[in-house]
């Protein structure tokens, strides 16, 4: 382990399952801060409990819909204010809805793009101007493959994430001379309960794991502070051969 993360201050986004509590347990293992949110309390509380378990006083959180500009700022001022400052945000809050054009309503449209999207940028908007007062950052997008493949049924959840990529590298353009790193990481299948019930999918070992993706944004923290891996594609490695 370095100590590159030690004593810096994270935000997760959606820190309260699947790929975000991966990513929360690992920015704690390596000594940093991290405040969670989540929209439903019961189970942003259960991960607080089990993150507390091995960093009890680094870690904290609260409910939070970051569809909502006013959430966003609550999120990221209370991280600040619990923890000193802020140096890295990860923002991976995201919802899939995935049905044809004709089936798609205005409600999961507004919900994918609004999620996906709004949320990424209302997050930033607070985020940077803290990073700023620390003389940099690192930003961290969690979108998806289906950020550069278009599928039939994704349309909503294709819009938002190839927007999420050009928002991205627009803004890493932005900040870059700040000392903002910012990359945006493209996951394919990873075993969580993305865009399902919690608990309801069974478990697939050929998928990526929270734990994988959490273990790149780890690596990109800990790239020179001159180098940016700005974009990052992510696959299983022996997916099911397609017949
Ligand atoms: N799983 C995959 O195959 C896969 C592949 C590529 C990319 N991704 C991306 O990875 C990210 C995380 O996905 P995941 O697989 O970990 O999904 P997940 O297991 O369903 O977890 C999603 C997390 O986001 C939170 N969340 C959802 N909507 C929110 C909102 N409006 N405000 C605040 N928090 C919200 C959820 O908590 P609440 O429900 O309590 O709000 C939960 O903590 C997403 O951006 C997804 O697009 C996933």
């Known amino acids: 382990m370095t100590t590159v993360l030690k004593d810096k201050v994270a935000v997760v986004t959606g820190g309260s399952r699947g790929i975000g509590f991966s990513v929360a347990q690992a920015l704690l293992a390596e000594g940093a801060s991290v405040f969670i949110c989540g929209r439903d309390p019961k189970v942003l509380q259960e991960a607080l409990d089990k993150l507390r378990i091995a960093s009890p006083a680094n870690v904290d959180g609260s409910a939070a819909d970051v569809r909502n500009y006013e959430d966003c700022r609550k999120v990221v001022r209370a991280a600040a204010e619990r923890f000193g400052g802020l140096d890295i945000l990860v923002n991976n809050a995201g919802v899939g809805v995935f049905k044809p054009i004709d089936q798609l309503s205005v409600e999961d449209w507004d919900t994918t793009i609004q999620t996906n999207l709004s949320g990424v940028f209302y997050c930033c908007r607070e985020a940077i101007p803290l990073m700023r007062k620390r003389g940099g950052g690192y930003i961290f997008n969690i979108s998806s493959l289906a950020g550069v493949n278009p599928m039939a049924t994704g349309s ?18 932005d900040v870059r001379y700040d000392g903002i790193r910012v990359s945006y990481l493209m996951p394919g299948s990873v075993d969580t309960d993305f865009a399902a019930a919690p608990g309801s999918k069974p478990r697939q070992a050929w998928k990526l794991t929270g734990e994988d993706v959490a273990k790149a944004v780890i690596d990109l923290y800990k790239f020179p502070p001159t180098a940016l891996a700005s974009r990052i594609e992510m696959r299983p490695s022996q997916p099911p051969r397609k017949k």
């Not at 959840?157 to 590298?169: I, Q, T, V």
């Open 156 to 173: 909503a959840y294709n819009a938002s994430k190839f927007g999420l990529n050009g928002f991205s590298e627009a803004m890493m353009q």
